[in-house]
């Protein structure tokens, strides 16, 4: 029996193949040398097909990008409350963001779009832009906390970009760069008490 909500989930498994087949791409073959008719041909789809959803390869590579920050959640990010103690809620969203950076598919991803960028800064720029159409969750919180007037800071992006600058530098970067092994949860809980630490000692 057909329904109308087939030609709808027919759509939805379209656009997950271009996704799928465009993350196969990426990795193999990097940025630059990625196609859309690649991408086209290993999902099974038209060219047409891929364009309908995405409008080009840049547009592409940052929802790969953003589905994968946000497949790293499997939970609503922690809401800021002004009953529980800061540092506590603090912890767990660094924790929450340390295992998005030790996930192996987004550091291999990470890896082709720096690669891109090095060699077009005006791509750079555009990820980043899309990236960052919606606010980070650490800003969402500090900025929620300032409110309340339990952090000083007048600038909540600053403030989160410090942070997680404090966080790649062990969590991030090495793995990229490197080619370090992803932090053992031990290692995992000792950045994000150090960082929270040293956060609160200037914010708080």
Not at 44 to 51: E, I
Not at 65 to 87: F, K, N, V
Not at 183 to 197: G, I, T
Request: net charge neutral; hydrophobic share 45%.
């Amino acid at each position: 029996m057909i329904t109308s909500d087939n030609p709808l989930r027919l759509t939805d498994r379209k656009r997950a193949a271009v996704i799928g087949a465009a993350i196969e791409e990426f990795l193999a073959g990097g940025f630059d040398a990625t196609s859309m008719d690649r991408i086209a041909a290993r999902a099974g789809v038209s060219k047409r097909t891929v364009y309908n959803h995405f409008p080009g390869k840049e547009a592409l590579f940052a929802a790969i990008l953003r589905q994968l920050w946000d497949s790293s959640h499997t939970e609503e990010a922690p809401a800021y409350s002004a009953r529980r103690p800061l540092r506590a809620q603090l912890l767990r969203l660094l924790l929450k963001k340390l295992s998005l950076l030790n996930d192996e598919a987004f550091l291999s991803l990470a890896r082709v779009a720096i690669a891109a960028g090095i060699h077009s800064p005006e791509r750079a720029r555009d990820m980043v832009a899309r990236m960052g159409e919606r606010e980070e969750d650490l800003t969402v919180w500090i900025r929620a906390a300032a409110a309340d007037g339990r952090l000083k800071t007048s600038d909540p992006i600053f403030a989160s970009q410090q942070l997680l600058g404090l966080v790649k530098a062990f969590a991030f970067w090495p793995q990229v760069t490197m080619g370090q092994p992803p932090l053992s949860a031990d290692d995992q809980r000792q950045v994000a008490e150090s960082a929270a630490d040293m956060f609160l000692a200037r914010y708080e």
